[in-house]
């Protein structure tokens, strides 16, 4: 919407004739106001709250209902919900395909989300996978994935990316973590390392090779997240193993990815890449700045070193402040 603080201005400057002036008040007025966004917000809404509402009565009223029947509703609603998407699924390509509707999309989403209640419904209580632990999430990341590229779904995609996050996870460390409570390790941080740039990849290979090119910015900020914040936090781990990766190799591939990050942002101009780029940047840079002055500090003598210290964090701040107040020009945008 044209703010009336801009057209008055324009009238001043006599820029804009008063009869054009006129016309845009009265189309502004008169536009009808588009519910589009909010309605997709409540439909996703819907049907996580359906979800939910159906797992909480089927818990309630188990022994009446029955597992049997519980599994076939399930099932059922699931297949109902793939027939449906199938049946208005545009015809394939890799470029991005014409959308269909809005329902087909969703009802795809919901049955994705039945096949995961279903998959967790038969393990817990048939024990349907065993102790193949791998097997109930590799599965799922597997048929996401491939729903993902036949419906183009980057809802699907996403998930089928968690699912494959979850996979690497329970591949490297099964069960430990939660007898240890050792969530962290650090052979997971480097698979979550190694799977993120895997990502990374598959986002750039997308886009540089045409191949669903839509598709790049999921790959690229979950698997830079992944990346980032792994490394972040491995970075950080006062209690590293002995198989972790050193800290000064950490800061190198934070710091190059934080600036890949920010060029793909000023390219694109996306606000997300260099929120992400500059935001990890700086813990990095902290890092270094904090490990550095302490392990130059004489703890008997030299006060300023934390001086120094303490001066850093509003400075820092201020810095902050800074690039929010510039983060146009920083993107190229006027």
């Given at each position: 919407?044209?703010?009336?603080?801009?057209?008055?201005?324009?009238?001043?400057?006599?820029?804009?004739?008063?009869?054009?002036?006129?016309?845009?008040?009265?189309?502004?007025?008169?536009?009808?106001?588009?519910?589009?966004?909010?309605?997709?917000?409540?439909?996703?809404?819907?049907?996580?709250?359906?979800?939910?509402?159906?797992?909480?009565?089927?818990?309630?009223?188990?022994?009446?209902?029955?597992?049997?029947?519980?599994?076939?509703?399930?099932?059922?609603?699931?297949?109902?919900?793939?027939?449906?998407?199938?049946r208005h699924?545009?015809?394939?390509?890799?470029?991005?395909?014409?959308?269909?509707?809005?329902?087909?999309?969703?009802?795809?989403?919901?049955?994705?989300?039945?096949?995961?209640?279903?998959?967790t419904y038969?393990?817990?209580?048939?024990?349907?996978?065993?102790?193949?632990?791998?097997?109930?999430?590799?599965?799922?990341?597997?048929?996401?994935?491939?729903?993902?590229?036949?419906?183009?779904?980057?809802?699907?995609?996403?998930?089928?990316?968690?699912?494959?996050?979850?996979?690497?996870?329970?591949?490297?460390?099964?069960?430990?973590?939660?007898?240890?409570?050792?969530?962290?390790?650090?052979?997971?941080?480097?698979?979550?390392?190694?799977?993120?740039?895997?990502?990374?990849?598959?986002?750039?290979?997308?886009?540089?090779?045409?191949?669903?090119?839509?598709?790049?910015?999921?790959?690229?900020?979950?698997?830079?997240?992944?990346?980032?914040?792994?490394?972040?936090?491995?970075?950080?781990?006062?209690?590293?193993?002995?198989?972790?990766?050193?800290?000064?190799?950490?800061?190198?591939?934070?710091?190059?990815?934080?600036?890949?990050?920010?060029?793909?942002?000023?390219?694109?101009?996306?606000?997300?890449?260099?929120?992400?780029?500059?935001?990890?940047?700086?813990?990095?840079?902290?890092?270094?700045?904090?490990?550095?002055?302490?392990?130059?500090?004489?703890?008997?003598?030299d006060g300023?070193?934390?001086?120094?210290?303490?001066?850093?964090?509003?400075?820092?701040?201020?810095?902050?402040?800074?690039?929010?107040?510039?983060?146009?020009?920083?993107?190229?945008?006027?």
């Amino acid at each position: 919407m044209l703010p009336e603080a801009v057209l008055t201005e324009l009238l001043e400057h006599q820029l804009l004739p008063p009869a054009q002036a006129e016309r845009i008040r009265q189309d502004e007025a008169t536009r009808p106001f588009s519910l589009h966004r909010e309605l997709r917000l409540l439909l996703y809404l819907g049907i996580v709250l359906l979800s939910g509402g159906l797992g909480v009565l089927i818990y309630q009223h188990i022994n009446e209902i029955g597992h049997g029947v519980v599994v076939a509703a399930i099932t059922l609603l699931m297949l109902g919900c793939f027939g449906y998407a199938a049946r208005h699924r545009p015809p394939f390509t890799w470029a991005e395909a014409p959308r269909a509707g809005f329902l087909p999309d969703y009802a795809l989403l919901l049955g994705c989300l039945l096949f995961i209640t279903l998959e967790t419904y038969l393990q817990v209580q048939y024990s349907f996978f065993g102790t193949r632990y791998g097997l109930v999430t590799l599965l799922p990341a597997g048929l996401f994935l491939g729903l993902a590229y036949w419906f183009d779904h980057r809802g699907v995609l996403a998930m089928g990316i968690t699912a494959l996050a979850s996979w690497v996870g329970v591949t490297i460390q099964p069960l430990s973590a939660f007898a240890t409570n050792n969530f962290w390790h650090s052979r997971l941080s480097t698979a979550a390392i190694g799977l993120g740039l895997g990502l990374m990849a598959a986002g750039i290979a997308s886009e540089r090779l045409g191949r669903k090119a839509h598709f790049a910015f999921t790959y690229l900020s979950l698997g830079s997240n992944l990346l980032l914040l792994a490394a972040t936090a491995t970075l950080l781990d006062f209690t590293p193993g002995p198989d972790s990766l050193p800290p000064a190799l950490l800061v190198l591939l934070i710091l190059g990815v934080c600036a890949a990050l920010i060029w793909h942002a000023r390219r694109t101009h996306s606000y997300l890449f260099l929120l992400m780029g500059v935001g990890y940047a700086y813990t990095a840079v902290t890092y270094v700045v904090v490990r550095f002055l302490v392990a130059t500090a004489d703890y008997g003598h030299d006060g300023g070193v934390f001086m120094l210290l303490f001066l850093y964090v509003p400075l820092s701040a201020v810095g902050v402040i800074l690039f929010f107040v510039n983060i146009k020009k920083i993107l190229g945008l006027r």
